[in-house]
Protein backbone atom coordinates (compact mmCIF):
# COMPACT_ATOMS: atom_id res chain seq x y z
CA UNK A 1 0.00 0.00 0.00
CA UNK A 2 1.23 3.83 -1.06
CA UNK A 3 2.39 5.79 1.69
CA UNK A 4 0.71 8.94 -0.23
CA UNK A 5 -2.89 9.15 -0.42
CA UNK A 6 -2.45 9.53 -4.22
CA UNK A 7 0.11 8.16 -6.74
CA UNK A 8 -0.17 11.19 -8.66
CA UNK A 9 -1.84 14.78 -7.75
CA UNK A 10 -2.19 17.02 -11.26
CA UNK A 11 -2.49 20.66 -10.48
CA UNK A 12 -4.36 22.18 -13.81
CA UNK A 13 -7.22 20.32 -15.50
CA UNK A 14 -6.12 21.56 -19.24
CA UNK A 15 -5.74 19.80 -22.35
CA UNK A 16 -2.21 18.07 -21.31
CA UNK A 17 -3.12 18.00 -17.26
CA UNK A 18 -6.53 15.59 -18.04
CA UNK A 19 -4.63 13.79 -20.31
CA UNK A 20 -1.62 12.82 -18.41
CA UNK A 21 -4.71 12.29 -15.16
CA UNK A 22 -6.52 9.73 -17.21
CA UNK A 23 -3.85 7.71 -18.72
CA UNK A 24 -2.22 7.47 -15.54
CA UNK A 25 -5.65 5.98 -13.91
CA UNK A 26 -5.23 3.74 -16.86
CA UNK A 27 -2.48 2.38 -16.13
CA UNK A 28 -3.15 2.01 -12.67
CA UNK A 29 -2.44 4.82 -10.64
CA UNK A 30 -4.76 6.48 -7.72
CA UNK A 31 -5.20 9.84 -9.51
CA UNK A 32 -6.37 13.69 -8.27
CA UNK A 33 -6.98 16.65 -10.21
CA UNK A 34 -7.22 20.25 -8.87
CA UNK A 35 -8.67 23.32 -11.32
CA UNK A 36 -9.38 26.63 -9.76
CA UNK A 37 -11.04 27.91 -13.12
CA UNK A 38 -12.36 26.04 -15.68
CA UNK A 39 -12.08 21.94 -17.16
CA UNK A 40 -9.94 22.02 -20.70
CA UNK A 41 -8.08 24.41 -19.62
CA UNK A 42 -7.11 27.96 -22.19
CA UNK A 43 -7.45 25.88 -25.57
CA UNK A 44 -11.45 24.84 -24.86
CA UNK A 45 -12.17 27.95 -22.70
CA UNK A 46 -10.36 30.95 -24.16
CA UNK A 47 -8.25 29.84 -26.75
CA UNK A 48 -8.45 27.26 -29.79
CA UNK A 49 -11.88 26.51 -29.45
CA UNK A 50 -13.66 29.77 -29.47
CA UNK A 51 -11.18 31.37 -31.43
CA UNK A 52 -11.54 28.46 -34.20
CA UNK A 53 -15.58 29.48 -33.70
CA UNK A 54 -14.97 33.27 -34.11
CA UNK A 55 -12.90 32.48 -37.14
CA UNK A 56 -15.74 30.31 -38.72
CA UNK A 57 -18.55 33.49 -37.84
CA UNK A 58 -16.30 36.31 -39.50
CA UNK A 59 -15.65 34.48 -42.66
CA UNK A 60 -19.14 34.25 -43.69
CA UNK A 61 -19.13 37.66 -44.86
CA UNK A 62 -16.18 36.77 -48.10
CA UNK A 63 -18.61 33.72 -48.28
CA UNK A 64 -21.88 36.29 -49.25
CA UNK A 65 -19.83 38.06 -51.55
CA UNK A 66 -18.12 35.06 -52.98
CA UNK A 67 -21.67 33.17 -53.85
CA UNK A 68 -22.53 36.22 -55.85
CA UNK A 69 -20.83 34.80 -58.83
CA UNK A 70 -22.43 31.40 -58.26
CA UNK A 71 -25.79 32.97 -59.18
CA UNK A 72 -26.99 32.83 -55.38
CA UNK A 73 -28.69 36.44 -54.38
CA UNK A 74 -27.79 36.91 -50.67
CA UNK A 75 -30.15 38.90 -48.95
CA UNK A 76 -29.01 42.54 -46.93
CA UNK A 77 -26.51 40.83 -44.29
CA UNK A 78 -26.85 41.76 -40.71
CA UNK A 79 -24.41 40.38 -37.77
CA UNK A 80 -25.71 39.66 -33.97
CA UNK A 81 -22.60 39.76 -31.94
CA UNK A 82 -24.21 38.37 -28.24
CA UNK A 83 -25.47 35.38 -30.78
CA UNK A 84 -22.25 34.57 -31.40
CA UNK A 85 -21.13 35.23 -27.81
CA UNK A 86 -23.49 33.59 -26.26
CA UNK A 87 -23.79 30.33 -28.79
CA UNK A 88 -20.18 30.21 -28.47
CA UNK A 89 -20.03 30.24 -24.57
CA UNK A 90 -22.96 27.78 -24.63
CA UNK A 91 -20.56 25.16 -26.61
CA UNK A 92 -17.90 25.86 -24.19
CA UNK A 93 -20.07 25.03 -21.44
CA UNK A 94 -20.77 21.70 -23.07
CA UNK A 95 -17.05 20.84 -23.88
CA UNK A 96 -16.20 21.25 -20.11
CA UNK A 97 -19.21 19.23 -19.05
CA UNK A 98 -17.37 16.33 -21.68
CA UNK A 99 -13.95 17.01 -19.43
CA UNK A 100 -15.96 16.40 -16.50
CA UNK A 101 -17.37 12.97 -17.84
CA UNK A 102 -14.13 11.65 -19.41
CA UNK A 103 -12.03 12.56 -15.78
CA UNK A 104 -15.28 10.76 -13.76
CA UNK A 105 -15.62 7.73 -16.27
CA UNK A 106 -11.47 7.15 -16.02
CA UNK A 107 -12.09 6.96 -11.89
CA UNK A 108 -9.70 10.19 -11.70
CA UNK A 109 -10.86 12.12 -8.72
CA UNK A 110 -11.70 15.92 -9.50
CA UNK A 111 -11.21 19.01 -6.77
CA UNK A 112 -12.49 22.49 -7.86
CA UNK A 113 -10.03 24.48 -5.98
CA UNK A 114 -6.85 26.40 -5.82
CA UNK A 115 -4.12 23.70 -5.02
CA UNK A 116 -0.62 25.14 -3.96
CA UNK A 117 2.25 22.67 -3.22
CA UNK A 118 3.85 22.74 0.65
CA UNK A 119 6.53 20.42 -0.18
CA UNK A 120 7.94 17.78 -2.74
CA UNK A 121 4.94 15.46 -2.18
CA UNK A 122 2.07 17.25 -0.64
CA UNK A 123 -0.45 19.77 -1.67
CA UNK A 124 -3.03 22.03 -0.03
CA UNK A 125 -6.70 22.47 -1.57
CA UNK A 126 -9.77 23.81 -0.32
CA UNK A 127 -7.57 23.87 3.82
CA UNK A 128 -7.16 20.03 3.19
CA UNK A 129 -3.66 18.76 2.57
CA UNK A 130 -3.32 16.04 0.51
CA UNK A 131 -0.19 14.03 0.19
CA UNK A 132 1.24 12.21 -3.27
CA UNK A 133 4.18 10.07 -4.99
CA UNK A 134 4.17 12.29 -7.57
CA UNK A 135 2.93 15.72 -8.57
CA UNK A 136 2.31 17.34 -12.08
CA UNK A 137 2.20 21.37 -12.72
CA UNK A 138 -0.20 21.83 -15.90
CA UNK A 139 -1.29 25.78 -14.99
CA UNK A 140 0.05 26.53 -18.51
CA UNK A 141 -0.40 30.69 -19.18
CA UNK A 142 -1.51 33.68 -19.53
CA UNK A 143 -2.08 37.03 -21.17
CA UNK A 144 1.21 39.42 -20.79
CA UNK A 145 0.48 43.14 -21.34
CA UNK A 146 3.53 45.42 -20.73
CA UNK A 147 3.58 48.09 -18.37
CA UNK A 148 3.02 51.40 -19.72
CA UNK A 149 0.88 54.89 -18.95
CA UNK A 150 -3.06 53.94 -19.34
CA UNK A 151 -2.35 49.57 -19.81
CA UNK A 152 -5.22 49.52 -17.94
CA UNK A 153 -7.71 50.32 -20.45
CA UNK A 154 -6.77 47.55 -22.54
CA UNK A 155 -8.38 43.83 -22.95
CA UNK A 156 -6.45 40.20 -23.99
CA UNK A 157 -7.76 37.89 -26.18
CA UNK A 158 -9.41 35.97 -23.51
CA UNK A 159 -11.50 39.13 -22.87
CA UNK A 160 -12.25 39.37 -26.26
CA UNK A 161 -14.63 36.51 -26.35
CA UNK A 162 -16.87 38.04 -23.83
CA UNK A 163 -17.74 41.54 -24.94
CA UNK A 164 -20.62 43.09 -24.15
CA UNK A 165 -20.57 45.23 -27.42
CA UNK A 166 -18.73 44.73 -30.65
CA UNK A 167 -16.43 48.15 -30.87
CA UNK A 168 -16.27 49.64 -34.35
CA UNK A 169 -12.85 51.25 -34.28
CA UNK A 170 -10.17 48.44 -33.32
CA UNK A 171 -6.50 48.15 -32.73
CA UNK A 172 -4.92 44.82 -32.03
CA UNK A 173 -1.35 45.12 -30.42
CA UNK A 174 1.43 42.20 -31.12
CA UNK A 175 3.08 40.20 -34.23
CA UNK A 176 2.40 36.24 -32.92
CA UNK A 177 -0.59 33.99 -34.53
CA UNK A 178 -3.01 34.94 -31.75
CA UNK A 179 -3.06 38.77 -33.21
CA UNK A 180 -2.85 38.22 -36.37
CA UNK A 181 -5.63 35.76 -35.95
CA UNK A 182 -7.71 38.03 -34.25
CA UNK A 183 -7.14 41.17 -36.77
CA UNK A 184 -9.03 38.57 -38.98
CA UNK A 185 -11.82 37.97 -37.29
CA UNK A 186 -12.78 41.32 -36.12
CA UNK A 187 -12.15 42.74 -39.28
CA UNK A 188 -14.62 39.86 -40.69
CA UNK A 189 -16.95 40.64 -38.24
CA UNK A 190 -17.11 44.32 -39.64
CA UNK A 191 -15.03 46.18 -37.28
CA UNK A 192 -12.75 48.64 -38.80
CA UNK A 193 -9.60 47.20 -37.59
CA UNK A 194 -5.64 47.99 -36.91
CA UNK A 195 -2.53 45.91 -36.26
CA UNK A 196 -0.11 47.39 -34.38
CA UNK A 197 3.52 45.56 -34.31
CA UNK A 198 6.84 46.96 -32.89
CA UNK A 199 9.14 45.28 -35.31
CA UNK A 200 8.99 45.83 -39.50
CA UNK A 201 6.92 42.20 -40.04
CA UNK A 202 4.72 40.14 -37.82
CA UNK A 203 4.79 36.11 -36.92
CA UNK A 204 9.09 35.90 -36.61
CA UNK A 205 9.88 32.27 -37.09
CA UNK A 206 7.86 31.66 -39.79
CA UNK A 207 9.07 31.14 -43.48
CA UNK A 208 9.82 34.99 -44.56
CA UNK A 209 7.79 34.37 -47.77
CA UNK A 210 4.95 32.81 -45.77
CA UNK A 211 4.98 36.59 -43.66
CA UNK A 212 5.36 38.00 -46.21
CA UNK A 213 2.50 36.75 -48.25
CA UNK A 214 0.04 36.82 -45.76
CA UNK A 215 1.03 40.67 -45.20
CA UNK A 216 -0.21 41.19 -48.57
CA UNK A 217 -3.14 39.10 -48.30
CA UNK A 218 -4.28 41.02 -45.57
CA UNK A 219 -4.22 44.30 -45.82
CA UNK A 220 -5.88 43.41 -49.66
CA UNK A 221 -8.86 42.28 -47.46
CA UNK A 222 -8.88 45.61 -45.65
CA UNK A 223 -6.90 44.70 -42.58
CA UNK A 224 -4.65 48.20 -41.61
CA UNK A 225 -1.20 46.77 -40.97
CA UNK A 226 0.88 48.67 -39.04
CA UNK A 227 4.61 47.88 -38.47
CA UNK A 228 7.61 49.61 -36.62
CA UNK A 229 4.71 50.85 -34.97
CA UNK A 230 4.40 50.91 -30.70
CA UNK A 231 1.71 52.70 -27.95
CA UNK A 232 3.75 54.89 -25.27
CA UNK A 233 0.46 56.13 -24.01
CA UNK A 234 -3.50 55.14 -23.65
CA UNK A 235 -5.99 57.64 -22.19
CA UNK A 236 -9.77 57.34 -21.85
CA UNK A 237 -12.26 60.19 -22.66
CA UNK A 238 -15.70 59.30 -20.78
CA UNK A 239 -17.12 62.40 -21.65
CA UNK A 240 -18.93 60.85 -25.01
CA UNK A 241 -21.58 59.22 -25.33
CA UNK A 242 -19.11 56.22 -25.59
CA UNK A 243 -16.01 55.59 -24.10
CA UNK A 244 -13.07 56.67 -26.62
CA UNK A 245 -9.39 55.58 -26.07
CA UNK A 246 -7.01 58.05 -27.18
CA UNK A 247 -3.23 56.19 -28.19
CA UNK A 248 0.02 58.34 -28.26
CA UNK A 249 2.32 56.26 -30.69
CA UNK A 250 6.05 56.50 -31.10
CA UNK A 251 5.97 58.18 -33.60
CA UNK A 252 4.48 61.19 -31.80
CA UNK A 253 0.95 60.82 -33.52
CA UNK A 254 -2.48 59.66 -32.30
CA UNK A 255 -5.60 57.91 -32.74
CA UNK A 256 -8.77 57.43 -31.49
CA UNK A 257 -10.41 53.60 -31.28
CA UNK A 258 -13.37 52.29 -28.81
CA UNK A 259 -11.17 49.14 -27.78
CA UNK A 260 -7.49 48.20 -28.23
CA UNK A 261 -6.33 44.46 -27.14
CA UNK A 262 -3.13 43.11 -26.61
CA UNK A 263 -1.46 39.78 -28.10
CA UNK A 264 1.73 40.13 -26.93
CA UNK A 265 2.78 36.88 -25.34
CA UNK A 266 1.79 34.06 -22.55
CA UNK A 267 3.48 34.15 -19.22
CA UNK A 268 3.70 31.03 -17.18
CA UNK A 269 1.00 30.51 -14.78
CA UNK A 270 3.85 29.50 -11.73
CA UNK A 271 2.61 32.43 -9.30
CA UNK A 272 1.78 31.58 -5.77
CA UNK A 273 2.19 28.06 -6.60
CA UNK A 274 4.19 27.40 -3.42
CA UNK A 275 6.82 26.38 -5.56
CA UNK A 276 9.69 27.45 -3.32
CA UNK A 277 8.62 24.97 -1.00
CA UNK A 278 10.67 22.89 -3.25
CA UNK A 279 14.14 22.75 -5.47
CA UNK A 280 11.32 23.36 -8.74
CA UNK A 281 13.43 26.04 -10.59
CA UNK A 282 12.19 28.70 -13.23
CA UNK A 283 14.18 30.51 -16.20
CA UNK A 284 14.26 33.92 -17.02
CA UNK A 285 10.61 33.77 -18.62
CA UNK A 286 9.41 32.21 -15.40
CA UNK A 287 8.52 28.84 -17.40
CA UNK A 288 9.60 26.28 -15.02
CA UNK A 289 12.15 23.74 -16.18
CA UNK A 290 12.34 20.21 -16.76
CA UNK A 291 14.09 17.73 -18.32
CA UNK A 292 13.53 15.31 -21.33
CA UNK A 293 10.99 13.28 -19.30
CA UNK A 294 9.28 16.52 -17.55
CA UNK A 295 11.09 15.94 -14.22
CA UNK A 296 11.69 19.34 -12.19
CA UNK A 297 14.77 19.76 -10.15
CA UNK A 298 12.98 18.34 -7.22
CA UNK A 299 12.70 14.76 -8.25
CA UNK A 300 8.66 13.98 -7.36
CA UNK A 301 7.59 16.87 -9.28
CA UNK A 302 6.84 17.45 -13.05
CA UNK A 303 5.65 19.89 -15.27
CA UNK A 304 4.36 20.19 -18.84
CA UNK A 305 2.32 21.90 -21.41
CA UNK A 306 2.51 25.32 -21.51
CA UNK A 307 4.19 26.47 -18.40
CA UNK A 308 7.77 24.58 -19.03
CA UNK A 309 7.12 27.13 -22.04
CA UNK A 310 8.50 24.93 -25.53
CA UNK A 311 5.96 24.51 -27.95
CA UNK A 312 2.64 25.98 -26.96
CA UNK A 313 0.38 24.11 -28.78
CA UNK A 314 -2.70 21.46 -26.89
CA UNK A 315 -1.75 19.05 -29.17
CA UNK A 316 1.96 18.99 -27.98
CA UNK A 317 0.95 19.33 -24.55
CA UNK A 318 -1.32 16.28 -24.90
CA UNK A 319 1.29 14.21 -26.42
CA UNK A 320 3.68 15.01 -23.64
CA UNK A 321 1.16 13.97 -20.71
CA UNK A 322 0.70 10.42 -22.36
CA UNK A 323 4.49 10.20 -22.68
CA UNK A 324 4.75 10.90 -19.22
CA UNK A 325 2.00 8.47 -18.01
CA UNK A 326 3.30 5.84 -19.77
CA UNK A 327 6.77 6.46 -18.14
CA UNK A 328 5.57 6.99 -14.26
CA UNK A 329 3.13 4.14 -14.24
CA UNK A 330 4.16 1.57 -17.29
CA UNK A 331 7.92 1.79 -16.96
CA UNK A 332 8.89 3.71 -20.36
CA UNK A 333 11.46 5.69 -21.34
CA UNK A 334 9.79 8.18 -23.91
CA UNK A 335 11.15 11.52 -25.37
CA UNK A 336 9.00 13.53 -26.82
CA UNK A 337 10.26 14.47 -30.41
CA UNK A 338 9.48 18.07 -31.30
CA UNK A 339 10.66 18.40 -34.84
CA UNK A 340 7.79 18.41 -37.99
CA UNK A 341 5.29 19.88 -35.88
CA UNK A 342 2.10 20.31 -37.77
CA UNK A 343 0.78 24.03 -37.27
CA UNK A 344 -1.52 26.50 -38.61
CA UNK A 345 -2.66 30.25 -38.15
CA UNK A 346 -5.76 30.55 -38.58
CA UNK A 347 -5.26 34.09 -40.16
CA UNK A 348 -7.28 34.95 -43.07
CA UNK A 349 -6.43 32.96 -45.32
CA UNK A 350 -4.94 30.34 -43.34
CA UNK A 351 -1.51 29.46 -42.87
CA UNK A 352 -0.51 25.26 -42.58
CA UNK A 353 3.45 24.96 -41.86
CA UNK A 354 5.76 21.95 -41.27
CA UNK A 355 9.26 21.65 -40.93
CA UNK A 356 11.75 24.42 -41.61
CA UNK A 357 11.71 28.02 -42.89
CA UNK A 358 13.98 28.45 -45.94
CA UNK A 359 16.34 30.25 -43.48
CA UNK A 360 16.33 27.55 -40.81
CA UNK A 361 16.85 24.89 -43.31
CA UNK A 362 19.89 27.01 -45.15
CA UNK A 363 21.47 27.08 -41.63
CA UNK A 364 20.79 23.17 -41.20
CA UNK A 365 21.42 21.42 -43.98
CA UNK A 366 23.43 23.83 -46.31
CA UNK A 367 22.43 23.21 -49.82
CA UNK A 368 18.58 23.24 -50.31
CA UNK A 369 16.07 23.11 -53.48
CA UNK A 370 13.00 25.53 -52.99
CA UNK A 371 10.09 24.89 -55.31
CA UNK A 372 7.52 27.36 -54.82
CA UNK A 373 3.99 28.24 -56.54
CA UNK A 374 1.38 31.50 -56.24
CA UNK A 375 -2.20 31.19 -58.20
CA UNK A 376 -5.61 32.31 -57.93
CA UNK A 377 -7.99 29.62 -56.02
CA UNK A 378 -10.23 27.96 -58.29
CA UNK A 379 -13.38 28.83 -56.07
CA UNK A 380 -12.55 32.87 -56.47
CA UNK A 381 -12.26 32.45 -60.38
CA UNK A 382 -16.07 32.84 -60.12
CA UNK A 383 -16.24 34.05 -56.61
CA UNK A 384 -14.22 37.47 -57.52
CA UNK A 385 -12.29 37.69 -54.57
CA UNK A 386 -8.71 39.35 -55.04
CA UNK A 387 -7.10 36.69 -53.55
CA UNK A 388 -3.97 34.17 -53.87
CA UNK A 389 -2.88 30.74 -52.66
CA UNK A 390 1.24 30.63 -51.75
CA UNK A 391 3.11 26.86 -51.57
CA UNK A 392 6.16 25.95 -50.63
CA UNK A 393 8.58 23.00 -50.33
CA UNK A 394 12.11 23.00 -48.86
CA UNK A 395 14.12 20.23 -50.01
CA UNK A 396 17.81 18.89 -48.40
CA UNK A 397 19.74 18.94 -51.17
CA UNK A 398 21.78 15.86 -50.07
CA UNK A 399 18.94 13.31 -49.10
CA UNK A 400 16.11 14.88 -51.56
CA UNK A 401 13.99 14.99 -48.25
CA UNK A 402 11.37 17.51 -47.67
CA UNK A 403 12.17 19.40 -44.59
CA UNK A 404 9.66 22.35 -44.94
CA UNK A 405 6.26 22.50 -46.19
CA UNK A 406 4.19 25.91 -45.85
CA UNK A 407 1.10 27.39 -47.70
CA UNK A 408 -0.96 30.48 -47.18
CA UNK A 409 -4.52 29.67 -48.53
CA UNK A 410 -8.14 28.29 -47.89
CA UNK A 411 -7.64 24.79 -45.80
CA UNK A 412 -3.54 25.15 -45.21
CA UNK A 413 -4.38 23.74 -41.61
CA UNK A 414 -6.18 20.60 -43.37
CA UNK A 415 -3.81 20.01 -45.67
CA UNK A 416 -1.02 19.89 -44.04
CA UNK A 417 -1.98 17.88 -41.49
CA UNK A 418 -1.68 14.85 -43.96
CA UNK A 419 1.50 16.55 -45.31
CA UNK A 420 2.87 16.24 -41.75
CA UNK A 421 2.33 12.51 -41.76
CA UNK A 422 4.24 12.41 -44.93
CA UNK A 423 6.88 14.37 -43.69
CA UNK A 424 7.31 13.22 -40.13
CA UNK A 425 7.71 9.43 -42.08
CA UNK A 426 10.88 11.15 -44.18
CA UNK A 427 8.85 11.57 -47.41
CA UNK A 428 11.52 12.93 -50.40
CA UNK A 429 10.95 15.07 -52.89
CA UNK A 430 11.04 12.33 -55.25
CA UNK A 431 7.82 10.62 -53.61
CA UNK A 432 5.92 14.05 -54.02
CA UNK A 433 6.88 13.83 -57.67
CA UNK A 434 6.00 10.20 -57.73
CA UNK A 435 2.60 10.59 -55.90
CA UNK A 436 -1.08 11.35 -57.71
CA UNK A 437 -2.55 14.34 -57.37
CA UNK A 438 -6.19 14.57 -56.32
CA UNK A 439 -7.88 17.10 -59.44
CA UNK A 440 -8.92 19.61 -59.21
CA UNK A 441 -8.24 20.85 -55.56
CA UNK A 442 -5.40 23.74 -54.61
CA UNK A 443 -3.70 20.30 -52.41
CA UNK A 444 -2.51 18.60 -55.72
CA UNK A 445 -0.07 21.83 -56.65
CA UNK A 446 2.59 20.46 -53.97
CA UNK A 447 2.91 16.87 -55.90
CA UNK A 448 3.15 18.92 -59.46
CA UNK A 449 5.67 21.14 -58.63
CA UNK A 450 8.68 20.46 -60.60
CA UNK A 451 10.45 23.57 -61.26
CA UNK A 452 12.96 24.54 -58.67
CA UNK A 453 13.79 28.39 -57.86
CA UNK A 454 16.01 29.92 -59.02
CA UNK A 455 18.80 31.61 -56.76
Not at 133 to 147: A, H, Q, S
Not at 164 to 193: C, N, Q, S
Not at 207 to 236: C, N, P, W, Y
Not at 264 to 293: H, M
Request: hydrophobic share 40%.
Amino acid sequence: MSDYDVDLFVIGAGSGGVRTARMSAQYGAKVIVAEEQYLGGTCVNVGCVPKKLFVYASAFEEEFRTAAGFGWTVPPQSFDWPTLRDNKTQEIERLNGIYRNLLKQSGVELIEGRAQITGPNSVTVNGREYTAGKILVCTGGRPFVPDFPGNEHVITSEQAFYLDTLPKRMVIVGGGYIAVEFAGIFHGLGVETHLFYRGPLFLRGFDEDVRQHLATEMAKKGVHLHFDTDIEQISKDTTKSQDQLTLNLADGSTMNVDSVMYATGRKANTQNLGLETTAVSCDSRGAIEVDDFFQTAEPSIYALGDVIGRVELTPVAIREGMALSENLFKGGSTKVDYDFIPTAVFSQPNIGTVGFSEAQAQQKYGAIKVFESRFKPMKQTLGGIDEQIYMKLIVDAESDRVVGCHMVGESAGEIMQGLGVAIKAGATKADFDATVGIHPTAAEEFVTMRTERSA
